[in-house]
């Protein structure tokens, strides 16, 4: 017999007890939750979300470490780094950004979705996707960093508050991930 | 009301850090709650199967920007005291295709893949260090591209000055396109469905 949730399945028979994942929410509500965290964070701080800025810090501070002469040199490097007053890494986005990942794991624990898995297509190896992940990672790193910022940071943020510069940038992400989207059908589809 | 609170000194740079990473454990449970810790969500977005990404992200827009827009009206909200980046089009027009291409090779953007490396996704922890990566190359390079970078910049622009319409106007119109998206979305998630539903028959 098999159900559903595959709990009495032969094969899964084994196994004691399955907390099966809950469903995603509704994506209207979670919007509207998504745009009253922005909107607080307007309200209180004046500035929106970001993610990538965070990993700017945590780069230079990396970069500072190995060769603080080199970041030092660097005009990109030390705008992060600040005039070393201050830790590099006692930045407003570097605490939001551990708070997204405690934010996130709570969420997967409540919903029984915290599994540790590579998500592909059937089509790719895990070797691939993991190859593609960092490729993908590297461009989008690039990428935000010309961009001033990434779909939190640009895309949401300026999104909301109407700024020219994030809505251009938003139409081109999509533009960009649609027209790839062809030749990477094999990793997803 | 006086807002943004910050700005009006009412708690130290230290409680800012807090108010981070509060704000941040409420970014991060939204993002895990509506599928984005999950590459095979956000690229199907890219596939017309599943238009989640669309949905979350322009239905937190509208919610935001309504929210900015009455307190604005109201008088609780200085938008000048609000930051935001300034326009460099074509550098901005360049990246947003280099991260657009990136978000379908990778399968996440840099906030979703905390999300994803969070929930035990071995794919989002590599991409998060290929962000690493690339943000280490792009430092590296960058006394040879600022020029690039620093180029069309129009300041701060915002859009109902740019377009001359009054704020309000742009908010609706906004809201309008949202909701036309919403509508476009449904319909064609429908489609699709009916579409796959066909190859299996």
Redesign the interface.
């Known amino acids: 017999m098999t159900s559903i949730t595959g709990i009495f399945s032969k094969d899964d028979a084994v196994q004691e007890k399955v907390y099966e994942p809950k469903p995603y929410s509704n994506p209207y509500l979670v919007g509207i939750g998504l745009g009253l965290v922005l909107l607080a964070a307007f309200v209180i701080m004046g500035r929106g979300l970001g993610a990538s800025g965070a990993f700017s810090s945590l780069v230079s501070a990396g970069v500072q470490k190995v060769a603080p002469e080199h970041a030092a040199n660097n005009p990109y490097f030390s705008e992060y780094l600040g005039d070393g007053s201050v830790n590099p890494l006692k930045d407003w986005l570097v605490f939001e950004v551990l708070g997204v990942f405690v934010g996130g794991l709570i969420s997967g624990l409540l919903a029984h979705r915290v599994k540790k898995t590579v998500e592909k297509g059937d089509r790719i190896s895990v070797r691939n996707r993991l190859i593609f992940a960092f490729i993908g990672g590297g461009l989008m790193g690039f990428g935000a960093k010309l961009a001033r910022g990434c779909t939190s940071g640009q895309a949401l943020t300026g999104g909301a508050l109407l700024n020219l510069g994030s809505w251009a940038f938003m139409m081109m992400v999509f533009a960009g991930a649609y027209a790839m989207a062809y030749f990477m059908r094999r990793q997803w589809t | 009301m006086n807002?943004?609170?910050?700005?009006f000194d009412m708690f130290s740079v230290d409680f800012?850090?807090?108010?981070?990473?509060?704000?941040?454990?409420?970014?991060?449970?939204?993002?895990?709650?509506?599928?984005f810790?999950?590459?095979?969500?956000l690229?199907?977005?890219?596939?017309f199967?599943d238009m989640?990404v669309l949905?979350?992200?322009?239905?937190?827009?509208?919610?935001?920007?309504l929210?900015?827009f009455f307190?604005v009206a109201f008088g609780?909200?200085d938008?000048s005291?609000?930051?935001?980046?300034?326009?460099?089009?074509i550098?901005?027009?360049?990246?947003?295709?280099?991260?657009?291409?990136?978000?379908?090779?990778?399968?996440?953007?840099?906030?979703?893949?905390?999300?994803?490396?969070?929930?035990?996704?071995?794919?989002?922890v590599?991409?998060?260090?290929?962000?690493?990566?690339?943000?280490?190359?792009?430092?590296?390079i960058?006394?040879w591209i600022?020029d690039f970078?620093y180029s069309t910049n129009?300041g701060?622009?915002?859009?109902?000055d740019?377009l001359g319409l009054s704020?309000g106007m742009?908010?609706f119109l906004?809201v309008l396109m949202a909701v036309g998206a919403?509508a476009a979305a449904e319909w064609g998630e429908k489609k699709m469905a009916a579409k796959k539903s066909g190859e299996r028959k």
């Open positions: 807002a943004p609170f910050f700005k800012s850090l807090v108010v981070a990473f509060i704000i941040g454990i409420g970014f991060g449970f939204a993002l895990e709650r509506g599928g810790g999950n590459a095979r969500i690229a199907s977005q890219f596939y199967t989640r949905k979350v992200m322009f239905s937190a827009i509208v919610t935001a920007m929210g900015v307190f609780w909200l938008l005291l609000v930051y935001y980046t300034d326009t460099n089009l550098p901005q027009i360049v990246g947003g295709l280099i991260l657009g291409i990136g978000f379908v090779i990778g399968g996440y953007c840099p906030g979703t893949s905390c999300v994803s490396a969070a929930t035990g996704r071995i794919d989002g590599v991409y998060l260090l290929g962000v690493m990566a690339g943000i280490f190359v792009f430092g590296e960058f006394p600022s970078y129009m701060r622009v915002f859009l109902p740019y704020y742009v908010v906004v919403f």
